[in-house]
């Protein structure tokens, strides 16, 4: 009996060690996959944020193309310590586009609404072509990651109509 209940107690030992280790491998296996997990989710919500700040910069732009397009007067850019300001005269009314920390807000009338957020650069000139005035609109935004290998870089441009 003295010999049986050796072997009873080995067993069970090597099983117990067995377990420990394979709850270690079990344990480094999971903290490697939530590791690539939040990387994945991470670099998943960075790519939403992108597309989002595209979406509105292309919508921004094209609103910016169409206020050049029904301009009915001469565009006036100013560039002032606090930032950029374009005018454009529609009949009555005045559009501006103001470039100040960052963002860009767009005022027409008494109405005034921010219109895009995270600029880095903006420029706004005018490039007379033989004859037509033409608008250029140079746009980068900040990137959500410092790592960003792409810049987030736009060029809108616009042919005002002759007064």
């Known amino acids: 009996m003295n010999l049986r209940s050796y072997h009873l ?7 117990l060690l067995e377990c420990m280790v394979y709850m270690s491998v079990f344990a480094i296996l999971l903290t490697g996959t939530m590791a690539v997990f939040y ?3 991470d670099h998943s919500s960075a790519l939403i944020s ?8 292309l919508n921004v ?3 910016w193309r169409a206020d050049v397009r029904a301009a009915t007067g001469t565009i006036f850019v100013q560039t002032t310590s606090n930032g950029e300001t ?7 009314n005045e559009v501006q586009y103001l470039f100040n920390t960052n963002q860009m807000s767009r005022q ?3 109405a005034s609404a921010v219109v895009l957020v995270k600029i880095k650069t903006s420029a706004m000139t005018m ?8 608008w250029k609109w140079e746009l980068e935004l900040t990137p959500r990651r410092n790592e960003t290998h792409l810049p987030l870089l736009f060029t809108f441009e616009a042919v005002q109509p002759k007064s």
């Open 9 to 15: 107690r080995k067993n069970s030992g090597e099983l």
């Open 39 to 41: 990387f994945c989710w």
């Open 50 to 57: 992108s597309t989002e700040q595209i979406h509105s910069a």
């Open 61 to 63: 732009g094209e609103r």
């Open 86 to 92: 374009i005018k454009i005269p529609e009949g009555q």
């Open 108 to 110: 027409s009338g008494s």
């Open 127 to 134: 490039d007379d072509r033989s004859g037509v005035t033409a």
